[in-house]
Each structure stands twice: as structure tokens, then as C-alpha cells.
């Protein structure tokens, strides 16, 4: 396990987001009441969500197994996935939220598989990483390294109409969600473990890793944070209310 990998296990989420972002998605999907639900995501959070405020039965998919874990521990139904499968059942979902990150396999082929296995007349809610605005050179190489190949923000909404899909609206997520959400949570889990190995205690990250391990995974994080801080404007997750 690396040591980003052990870092992330004790935070609530692998990606930026926020409960603000969830509870304002949620809200602009409309009075929906679907019988069912399927969630495909890194935090707990969202399908409580689903559940509590629509009454359906949500079936929360991680390609995270901790977080599975965590899931039926809180008594929702869970399972592990791959960790971009979209999965189907009988007669289709009256309601699919698809927290993805970039794709390897195009936005077109994710938007078909999202459609397949929506029931008709249902809502999707899909989420990708996006361009804002046209990337400086750095920004661009550096976020295709960390992330894959994000998308320009407007090309989702053409391929969204390429495969009969309506976009409702989208929501792009505050910058608040990468500071708040993921990087001072990770700094506070460094700060911690540094905080140990200064005590002389039985640091993790000497344990699993070596101190050459830890540093290098401190260095990448304080890299990505300051990415982040430098060019926030340039990219961010956008969530697509399709239907």
C-alpha cells in the first residue's frame, strides 16, 4: 500500500467534495421520488443522502473496499466494484449518481454505459473531472500526470446530446471542495504523523513505508496543493443533471 493510498484510508473521501456540494447537487435534481438508487463514489456520505432525502433504496458501490466497509457498518447495502464500473440491474435505476474522476475509456463510452443503465424517464447524476477554461502548459502536463485527461467542460454537454441525453444543469464544484474537503484534511493527517515521529513514537508511515517512502508521498501531496492553489480556476469536478 502506498503511503497517499494509507493516508487517504483515514480520511472521508479520496476526491474533493463537500456535503454542501452533495446536499446542493441533490437539491437540483428536482422532487424526485425514485424507487431505487445506485451510488458510485469515495465518500458515505452521498448515498445517506439519497436515501434519507428521497426514500429510495440505494445500492452504494466503492472501488474502495474500506469504504465499502464503512458503508454496512452504517447498514446501507454496499458493494466493491471496479473502479469504473457502472452496474446495472433488472429494468434499470430510476436514479444513478456516478462520482467519476477523469476516464480512461472516453466520456462518451461512460455516458453510454450510464444511459443503459438508467430506467427511462430516470436521473443521472455525473461527475468529471473538466477544463474551465483553456489550461496553461504546466497546469495541463501536470494535471494529465496526477489525474488522467481531463475535458472541457462543454464537450460533456455534447456528448451528452450524442447519446440522447438531457442536460438538465450542472454544478461545478467551489474551490472549497479541493481546499476543505481534501488538502487540509491531508495536511492534518501529516501534520499528525509528523507529530508522532517527533514523539518518537512508532510512526505508520516508518513502519509500512521508510522514511524515504513518506517524504516523497509528503512531497507529492504539497506539490498537488500547491497546483492547486496557483491554477484552482483552470479545472475542477462538474456534476451533470441528465435525464
Request: glycine content about 8%; aromatic content about 10%; overall charge negative.
Amino acid at each position: 500500500m502506498s503511503f497517499l493510498n494509507s493516508l487517504l484510508r483515514q480520511m472521508e473521501r479520496s476526491t474533493a467534495g463537500s456535503e454542501e456540494t452533495a446536499r446542493a447537487v441533490l437539491k437540483m435534481c428536482g422532487e424526485i421520488l425514485p424507487k431505487n438508487a445506485l451510488f458510485f463514489g469515495d465518500d458515505v456520505f452521498t448515498p445517506k443522502l439519497i436515501s434519507e432525502e428521497t426514500g429510495a433504496r440505494v445500492l452504494a458501490t466503492f472501488y474502495e473496499d474500506f469504504r465499502a466497509e464503512k458503508a454496512e457498518a452504517l447498514g446501507m447495502d454496499a458493494r466493491v466494484v471496479g473502479a469504473y464500473e457502472v452496474t446495472t440491474t433488472e429494468g434499470g435505476w430510476e436514479l444513478i449518481w456516478f462520482n467519476g474522476s477523469s476516464e480512461p475509456d472516453g466520456v462518451p463510452r461512460r455516458l453510454e454505459q450510464l444511459k443503459n443503465a438508467l430506467k427511462s424517464g430516470g436521473t443521472a447524476v455525473y461527475r468529471t473531472l473538466c477544463w474551465l477554461i483553456d489550461p496553461s502548459p504546466d497546469t495541463k502536463g501536470y494535471v494529465e500526470r496526477r489525474f488522467g485527461r481531463p475535458v472541457p467542460l462543454d464537450s460533456v454537454l455534447a456528448a451528452a446530446k450524442e447519446q440522447g441525453l438531457r442536460v438538465r444543469d450542472f454544478y461545478i464544484a467551489p474551490k472549497s471542495d479541493w481546499v476543505n474537503g481534501l488538502y487540509r484534511p491531508m495536511e492534518e493527517q501529516i501534520k499528525r504523523l509528523e507529530g508522532e515521529k517527533q514523539r518518537e513514537s512508532e510512526l505508520l508511515a516508518q513502519r509500512a513505508f521508510g522514511d524515504t517512502e513518506a517524504e516523497a508521498g509528503i512531497g507529492e501531496v504539497n506539490k498537488e496543493t500547491y497546483m492547486f492553489e496557483l491554477h484552482s480556476e483552470e479545472y475542477s469536478f462538474v456534476y451533470y443533471i441528465l435525464g
